[in-house]
Nanobody, 125 residues
Framework: QVQLVESGGGLVQAGGSLRLSCAAS????????MGWFRQAPGKEREFVGT????????YYADSVKGRFTISRDNAENTVYLQMNSLKPEDTAVYYC??????????????????WGQGTQVTVSS
C-alpha cells in the first residue's frame, strides 16, 4: 500500500501562486495514476485533476483548467500541483490520491487506493 504525504500549502493573496507536493512511499509509485482533490468548509470533496502513471495525460476540473498544472517525477516518487492565478474560492484542504491505473476514466476517477492527510490552502481577497 502506498502512503502519501502532502506539503506546500499556506496563505497566499488572490492572484498568487503555490506549488503543492505529494511524496509517496514505496517502490510502486509508478504503478499508480495520481490525483488531487480538495474540500472546502461545509462542502464535499471535489475532483481537481489527475495525471496518468507515465505523465502523458492529465485531466482537470473546469474550475481550475488553465490555472493549475499537475506533474509527476517517478524517479522521486512525487506528484506536484502548480496553482497559479489563485482565487479565494480555491481555499480548501487539498488531498493527493493514488489511483489504480486500471481506472478507465481519469477525468472521473473512482478507484482511489490511498489518500494523503491533506494540506490547507487559503487564498485571501
Amino acid at each position: 500500500q502506498v502512503q502519501l504525504v502532502e506539503s506546500g500549502g499556506g496563505l497566499v493573496q488572490a492572484g498568487g501562486s503555490l506549488r503543492l507536493s505529494c511524496a509517496a512511499s514505496g517502490r510502486t509509485f509508478r504503478w499508480y495514476a495520481m490525483g488531487w482533490f480538495r474540500q472546502a468548509p461545509g462542502k464535499e470533496r471535489e475532483f481537481v485533476g489527475t495525471i496518468s502513471w507515465n505523465g502523458d495525460n492529465a485531466y482537470y476540473a473546469d474550475s481550475v483548467k488553465g490555472r493549475f498544472t499537475i506533474s509527476r517525477d517517478n524517479a522521486e516518487n512525487t506528484v506536484y500541483l502548480q496553482m497559479n492565478s489563485l482565487k479565494p474560492e480555491d481555499t480548501a484542504v487539498y488531498y493527493c490520491a493514488a489511483i489504480d491505473s486500471s481506472d478507465a476514466d481519469l477525468s472521473h476517477p473512482t478507484k482511489i487506493q490511498a489518500w494523503g492527510q491533506g494540506t490547507q490552502v487559503t487564498v485571501s481577497s
